[in-house]
């Protein structure tokens, strides 16, 4: 590629697929360290903490930098940083940490498959630079088959496992926070990305934080192991992981980005089998087949072009 090169939605660059299959494996491990972090603090406490500690770090390296946050100097680029911290960062994270308490962490972890397939109509709307068409039509409908698949509300029984239930939805609407909130980064307006990334990591930790201490108190039962579990979510998967999905978002498009559930399921899938024993049900392996196919399917156009450079 030469320099020359102008990246775009239909041109990712070989930079953009690296960090998106670097993401993927930063962030299949999350919903590991996630159900470590719950086995001594809350959920709230979970997700506070990391973007609290995230946030810092971010502060920090600004800071190194010799800079400051005015580069974001406008009401409207304040304005979306926040809610892009509370739609894309403080909702989700709550909900799958509330979400695993009652189903595994491989279950949240294919759930995210479904990002690509809700950003589609999103785009439509939203992003219609990116494009959309009927390949893109056919996945979402492959994937819709596959969130069946993998909510299987026929072998819940409600009266004794509402709690799963529930648990299901809180991952699945999670899905659709970080959906909205790809496509609120794509359309944001222009912004240094680590304070981009650091001041919605902050508006998030105010947020979370008043509402963790309120209603779970200060973390006295917080274990080694469970430290070191929020020191992952906090470095890698929130402070690189939010200045990495920037950088992507706003230089490759919002569904580029969304390639990075091709891998976030398999690796949540491997993590909790190999770390966790987690039963793995069959349901959970023909959901993950289809809503891949699917993604597989309504981005073929990124993928040839990738194979082509």
Known sequence: MNKTTIISPTNPGFLNWFIILLLGMIWGGSFLFIKISLETVGPLTSAAIRTLIGGMILIAVVLVKGQNLQKINTARAWSI???????????????????????????????????????????????????????????????????VILFDI??????????????????????????????????????????????????????????????????YQLSFKSALALLYLAFFASALGAVLRIRVTKSAGSIFMSLTTYQVPIWALLYSALFLDETLPKTLFIALFLLIIGIIISQSRSLILFFKT
């Not at 397939?117 to 992003?127: A, D, E, K, R, T």
């Not at 219609?128 to 893109?136: A, M, S, T």
């Open 81 to 147: 940083s926040v809610l892009i911290g509370l739609i894309s960062i403080a909702l989700p994270l709550y909900l799958l940490s509330w979400g695993q308490q009652h189903v595994t962490s491989a279950y949240a972890g294919v759930s995210m498959s479904a990002i690509p397939l809700l950003i589609l109509p999103l785009v439509y709307f939203f992003s219609p630079d990116e494009g959309i068409g009927p390949r893109r039509v056919i996945g979402l409908i492959l994937g819709f088959a596959g969130l």
């Open 154 to 219: 026929n072998s819940i029984q409600l009266s004794s496992e509402k709690s799963q239930l529930l648990g299901q939805l809180a991952c699945f609407m999670a899905t659709v926070c970080y959906a909205v909130g790809s496509i609120l980064t794509r359309n944001a307006p222009h912004m240094p990305q680590i304070e981009f990334a650091a001041v919605t990591l902050i508006s998030a930790t105010l947020i979370l934080t008043p509402l963790a201490l309120y209603y779970e108190g200060l973390p």
